[in-house]
């Protein structure tokens, strides 16, 4: 059974950073793309960023293109969401899974518990 455990959310003030962690099991690691979401109130969950097998190649919505950062570590199971120059918009729960190589499709129907991140202006 795949499970996912994300870590690192927290009230953040405009213009500061947080790095959030996932922490997988059930699955192969390395051999997945992995993915960060986001579901703000009231809006549909939407993909934030994702990264394939080997952390070689990255994909990043257009919304948060040079402020967050994806990354793994296959030897510990995790993949990592730096991000930086937060925006109030940002405020989300964030969501990590398992990824088609379109970084943009869920693998799995089940989904963590997420980790909750609030940008105060």
């Known amino acids: 059974q795949v499970r996912v455990v994300e870590s690192g959310g927290g009230l953040v003030q405009a213009g500061g950073s947080l790095r959030l962690s996932c922490a997988a099991s059930g699955i192969i690691f390395s051999i997945n793309a992995m993915g960060w979401f986001r579901q703000a109130p009231g809006k549909a969950r939407e993909s934030v960023a994702g990264?394939?097998?080997?952390?070689?190649?990255?994909y990043y919505a257009d919304s948060v293109k040079g402020r967050f950062t994806i990354s793994r570590d296959n030897a510990k199971n995790t993949v990592y969401l730096q991000m930086s120059r937060l925006k109030p918009e940002d405020t989300a729960v964030y969501y990590c899974a398992a990824v088609r190589n379109d970084y943009k499709t869920a693998l799995f129907p089940s989904w963590g518990q997420g980790t909750q991140v609030t940008v105060s202006s």
């Open positions: 990264i394939n097998s080997s952390g070689g190649r990255t």
